[in-house]
């Protein structure tokens, strides 16, 4: 909005009004902005951390800062940091261990007005840093005079699950 005024004095004389403009602007925006976690693939990290970047848009008077959220294997929502400049990432450094992680963003626009929060996580991701363990299971009984022969493995991880077992040999 812009705005300028006209006065009028005693005698009846009406200022014209100004050939430059306004005198003084302002701006109303009543609509929050709209921010997400970009999509995070693939799902499970070893690394110490993961660079989370998020998506923002404020049609009206534009973004000031974009706040990013975890939760850790499906617990409360904790904050994690803010970002004031465009381009909104977090270094996310696993706060709380090896595991599942949920994240989501709010964002808060010029005007003041600031994102309610969602009703679910826009991405998630885990951490998962420990070994798998196997072993193949006993064979018996132990002599055979034929092949092939079958053999099974017991295999575990705690945090990611196993994706492949491999069976290997030496003579």
Known sequence: YEFYS???DGAGNYEDA????ADALAGYDQTAPFTYVN???PYWYNTSSLVITASANDAISGMAAVSLFY???GGSWNFFGTDNTALWSWNFNWPIGQ???SFYTR???AAGNYEAA???????????????ISSVDAISPYWYNAGPIGLTATAGDG???VSSVEFWYRH
């Open 6 to 8: 006209r006065a009028t």
């Open 18 to 21: 100004p050939a430059a403009g």
């Open 118 to 132: 969602p009703g679910v996580a826009d991405a998630s991701a885990g951490y998962d840093t420990g070994l798998p």
């Open 107 to 109: 964002g808060l626009d």
């Open 39 to 41: 999509s995070i693939a």
């Open 159 to 161: 945090v990611s699950g």
């Open 71 to 73: 939760s850790y294997e």
């Open 99 to 101: 595991g599942n992680y």
